[in-house]
């Protein structure tokens, strides 16, 4: 996994709006079809990344674990951030691209 080029993919899709971040804002955006991808912090609680997991199969949204709430919360212009939803679908799929996959 290239985490380094994913959190700059991330960054810049960010910059181009096309990110919320935060729990509530995440989960809203999965529930309403805007998310097409979770990015959850591997440092998340088990609680946190356990209610995206279920909420993620439900919604059929790939969800991944990448770096750390520093790492991603650096990335989006914040202090810390456990989870965020990608809303575009090239950045989705760009991030997929350098995501190994589960199977």
Do not use: W
């Amino acid at each position: 996994m290239n985490k380094n080029k994913i959190l700059s993919l991330l960054g810049l899709a960010t910059k181009a709006g096309k990110v919320v971040s935060g729990e509530f804002a995440t989960e809203k955006a999965v529930k309403s079809g805007k998310g097409l991808l979770v990015v959850v912090a591997e440092d998340a609680s088990d609680n946190t990344k356990k209610k995206f997991s279920n909420m993620c199969h439900f919604y059929e949204v790939p969800l991944i674990l990448v770096g750390d709430k520093e790492q991603i919360g650096k990335c989006t212009g914040k202090e810390f951030r456990a989870s965020l939803a990608v809303l575009d679908e090239n950045f989705t799929k760009a991030i997929m691209k350098n995501y190994p996959s589960q199977d």
